[in-house]
Nanobody, 120 residues
Framework: QVQLLESGGGLVQPGGSLRISCAASGSGFRINAMGWYRQAPGKERDLVAAITNGDSANYADSVKGRFTISRDNAKNAVYLQMNSLKPEDTAVYYC??????????????WGQGTQVTVSS
C-alpha cells in the first residue's frame, strides 16, 4: 500500500555533511509524523529525529544542533540534513511514517534503510 524509499546515504569524513531523503509512494493515504531512526552494529534502533505534519520537530540529544529534519508534504517526503558528522553517527538510517490509510486505520511504515558511514 505504502512504500518508503530512502536515498542519499554514503561515506563521509568526520566533520562533513550529508543529506538523506525519504519519499512515500502509494495512493489513498495521509501521513502524520515522519522521522528517522538509526541502528549501529550491535545496538538498538534509536530515534534520531521526528517531525509532525505541522512541522514540529524533536531530536535526540546526541544530534541536536547538528542535524535538521524537514519535510515536503506535497511530495510525502522527509529529509535529514546532517552536519558536523562524527564517527559515532555511523549507522543504518531508517525512515518511518505514521500513515492514515484510506480505511482510516493508522499504520507505521518503514523504509529499507540507508547506510551512513563517517570515517577518515
Amino acid at each position: 500500500q505504502v512504500q518508503l524509499l530512502e536515498s542519499g546515504g554514503g561515506l563521509v569524513q568526520p566533520g562533513g555533511s550529508l543529506r538523506i531523503s525519504c519519499a512515500a509512494s502509494g495512493s489513498g493515504f495521509r501521513i502524520n509524523a515522519m522521522g528517522w531512526y538509526r541502528q549501529a552494529p550491535g545496538k538498538e534502533r534509536d530515534l534520531v529525529a521526528a517531525i509532525t505534519n505541522g512541522d514540529s520537530a524533536n531530536y535526540a540529544d546526541s544530534v541536536k544542533g547538528r542535524f535538521t529534519i524537514s519535510r515536503d508534504n506535497a511530495k510525502n517526503a522527509v529529509y535529514l540534513q546532517m552536519n558536523s558528522l562524527k564517527p559515532e553517527d555511523t549507522a543504518v538510517y531508517y525512515c518511518y511514517a505514521d500513515v492514515i490509510l484510506s480505511n482510516l486505520l493508522v499504520r507505521e511504515f518503514w523504509g529499507q534503510g540507508t547506510q551512513v558511514t563517517v570515517s577518515s
